[in-house]
């Protein structure tokens, strides 16, 4: 009996210094469906919830730079809140992540129409989107990794093709949390999927971002109607409210009226990143905790949101989540790419396979 307690102590440390992937469950959907809650966890004691229902990180913890540990993701501390309707807390977003103008666009000459859910605009996927899904999961163990696949049908929330999905979340010994999303369809289909997490490196309910710093190298961004949707022209964030070329504090300009950058109304802006391959698209910095997040990816947008809409959303531990308490930096194709011809194309063909990777690295300073 000792020598067994000595062993599975040695085992325990072990996994510990190697990282590990654990899985429980966590409840069930409204169908009866069993749902499952992982956590993945380095040597250094950082630690990522991540549960099959939408994909959702439902926690990232990470220490300031006193080693104080803090949850940095909003969210909730049960499966059933993510059941109902919220603000895409933390969860994949997808078939197509963003707006797409009309609910309808056209591909190889036949018009699609999908769920038109924000007015008569399209957005994260429609109704039965991806973060309403329980995806199949499997841990690799391995790789400090869990796996997520998906299929989605042909003519599910009106998009052509059958999906075959396959999302990968990994946590490294450097302190990045890697997503890799694969895609392959069985006939010509448009495909764009984020991660929706909103972010307070301060720790989730700790107040609002506004005295975050936040560096975003682009030098333009889609220019949009009211509803948000592009009109199709690539405008300079030069000199304006949206310059985050050098680091500024997310609440310096956020009030600015100055049209049609924010009206006052807040960030949500989609950037046009430089550059291919896997590149930096921010870095966001709570000077009080010293927390680091930097966002690196190979898509060619993102999209910086500032929580705009929270309005009295009960969270973790009982938090109350207001207005600009939570920003989101979702990587992504532009938005309404399906139908600008001039922005690059989201289309996916059955010859081709859809990859993208972004990764979140957090340090402190």
């Known amino acids: 009996m000792i020598f067994r307690a000595i062993l599975a102590a040695i085992l325990t440390l072990s996994l510990c210094a190697q990282g590990a992937v654990t899985g429980k469950l ?19 004691g950082i630690k990522a919830q ?20 803090a949850d940095v993701v909003l969210g909730f501390d049960s499966l059933a809140p993510y059941l109902g309707k919220h603000p895409h807390f933390g969860c994949l977003t997808g078939r197509y992540a963003n707006r797409i103008g009309g609910a309808r666009f056209t591909l190889d000459g036949v018009e699609y129409l999908v769920t038109a859910n924000s007015g008569k605009n399209h957005i994260h996927g429609g109704k039965v989107n991806f973060a309403t899904i329980v995806w199949e999961a499997r ?4 790789e400090n ?15 052509p093709g059958k999906l075959d999905c396959r999302v990968t979340y990994t946590l490294t010994e450097t302190n990045e949390l890697q997503i890799r999303y694969h895609a392959t369809t069985d006939k010509p289909t448009v495909v764009n999927l984020t991660n929706h997490s909103y972010f307070n490196l301060a720790g989730e309910g700790s107040g609002d ?33 949206l310059d985050f ?21 807040g960030y949500d802006h989609n950037y046009v990143l430089k550059g291919q391959g ?20 190979t898509e060619l947008g993102v999209q910086f949101y500032t929580g705009n809409h929270l309005k009295g959303i009960t969270g973790k531990s009982g938090h109350i989540y207001e207005k600009r308490q939570g920003f989101c930096l979702e990587t992504q194709k532009f938005p309404d790419s ?10 996916l063909r059955s010859s081709e396979t859809y990859l993208h990777q972004t990764t979140f690295r957090f340090s402190t300073e």
């Not at 990180?57 to 104080?68: H, N, Q, T």
């Not at 841990?139 to 391995?142: C, G, K, P, V």
């Not at 070329?245 to 109304?265: A, D, F, W, Y």
């Open 209 to 241: 971002v506004l005295g975050h710093e936040l560096m975003i190298p682009a030098e333009q961004f889609t220019a949009t109607d009211d509803a948000l949707i592009p009109t199709g022209e690539l405008e300079t964030v030069v000199d304006s409210a």
């Open 145 to 159: 990794a869990l796996e997520l696949r998906y299929t989605s049908a042909d003519g599910e929330e009106g998009f």
């Open 278 to 297: 896997m590149k930096l698209a921010a870095r966001a910095k709570d000077p009080q905790s010293g927390r680091v997040m930097e966002v690196f990816t």
């Open 139 to 142: 841990i690799l163990a391995e």
């Open 338 to 347: 399906p139908n600008k011809p001039q922005f690059p194309s989201a289309t």
């Open 26 to 44: 966590w409840g069930a959907t409204a169908a009866g469906k069993p749902v499952e809650l992982f956590t993945l966890t380095n040597a250094k």
């Open 50 to 69: 991540i549960t099959n229902y939408g994909g959702i990180i439902v926690a990232i913890k990470v220490p300031d730079k006193a080693g104080e540990i």
């Open 245 to 265: 070329n050098t680091p500024h504090l997310i609440g310096e300009r956020i009030e600015s009226p100055v049209k049609p950058i924010l009206q006052g109304k």
